[in-house]
């Protein structure tokens, strides 16, 4: 898609509205300017309750009006045995990419924004798994991605059970969801001498050391205006979400799933000694803490780890789209 919109000269936008915002675009700014130090690290947060999608004994019809085989398209035609055909399709491999992919790419587009990374990073990596219930569904409903970038290493947390067993009989809501620092879903931008908070799409809160506010940004403006300018103007030099932004942001997402789906299931210790004196290693210790609070014994049922993938980036330097696997490693 990006090689044919250059080709071609076409404005192809992608759905990243938060490169929209000026607000936040203000937010990116400061931070990025050192007004709160060096980044150390930029998080990513998904904790979006996703109770089991069901599992019935045999296929379940396909609701009338439905064009199975036009539904599918590309997909292959899999007998369906979840509740809901529509949008829980997201938690299948065939169709879906689980909620990294879903709601992630959003997020992760912001910390690259905070990191001023263009590409891709060095490496990356996953763990986690899916949690709590044997369900149709087979994406990781509780994971952590690292991604290695040059600047800061960014990580991508992922929470589809509520906060605690408590919470899981209750009737779930965003309310009884696990937060970090203030968000939910949202970003956290770590730094030397304090964090930048993005709890939303249309906010941002930059924090000194001392957890005191240092200064707020709020507003929003009409990412599909802007698109319908740029299809009058042609001029892609405007852009603020071209395609070649929407291919990298998705592709850190579709990349923590690939290591996902290449890895291993092993036990705590083994998670704990690949973590170790990276940016994963607090996002594993509180992943921990959440799954053992929904009753979860990670020594019965382990956890996925992927391999590190690391890519050759000198070639996507040069102009090209694609990059290089250059290694696989398992463990280290």
Same mark, same amino acid.
């Given at each position: ?34 007004? +709160? =130090?060096?980044?150390? @690290? &930029? #998080? ?6 996703? %109770? ?5 004994? $045999? ?55 905070? +990191? =001023?990374?263009?590409? @891709? &990073? #060095? ?6 798994? %899916? ?5 149709? $569904? ?70 000194? %050391? ?123």
């Amino acid at each position: 898609m990006v090689e044919v919109a250059r080709e071609h000269g076409r404005i192809v936008q992608a759905g990243t509205q938060c490169r929209s915002n000026p607000g936040l675009c203000e937010a990116v700014e400061f931070v990025r300017s050192g007004q +709160l =130090g060096k980044i150390e @690290l &930029a #998080r990513g947060l998904c904790y979006r309750d996703r %109770r089991s999608s069901g599992k019935a004994s $045999g296929p379940l019809p396909i609701p009338p009006g439905v064009d199975f085989d036009l539904w599918c398209g590309p997909a292959p035609l899999e007998p369906v045995r979840r509740r809901r055909l529509h949008y829980d399709w997201h938690w299948v491999w065939s169709t879906g990419n689980g909620d990294l992919g879903n709601q992630g790419i959003h997020q992760m587009d912001i910390c690259r924004m905070a +990191l =001023g990374e263009d590409g @891709l &990073a #060095r490496r990356v990596r996953s763990l986690g798994g %899916r949690f709590g219930y044997d369900d149709d $569904g087979n994406t990781p409903n509780t994971q952590v991605i690292l991604l290695d970038y040059e600047r800061a290493p960014v990580v991508f947390e992922v929470r589809g059970l509520p906060r605690d067993k408590r919470a899981q009989e209750a009737s779930w809501n965003g309310n009884g969801m696990d937060r970090f620092q203030g968000a939910r879903i949202g970003v956290v931008v770590h730094c030397a001498e304090g964090h930048l908070l993005v709890p939303s799409y249309d906010s941002a809160i930059a924090y000194d %050391r001392d957890g005191v506010e240092v200064q707020r940004w709020k507003g929003s403006s009409n990412h599909y205006a802007h698109f319908v300018d740029l299809v009058r103007s042609r001029r892609r030099e405007d852009q603020r979400a071209g395609i070649e932004q929407g291919h990298v942001s998705s592709a850190m997402c579709h990349l923590g799933n690939v290591s996902h789906r290449m890895g291993s299931r092993v036990g705590v210790a083994a998670v704990d000694r690949s973590t170790e004196g990276t940016g994963a290693a607090t996002a594993w210790s509180r992943m921990q803490q959440h799954l053992d609070a929904n009753g979860v014994d990670l020594e019965r049922t382990h956890v996925t780890l992927g391999p590190w993938l690391a890519f050759d980036l000198k070639s996507a330097r040069k102009g090209r789209v694609s990059r290089r696997l250059l290694d696989v490693r398992p463990f280290g």
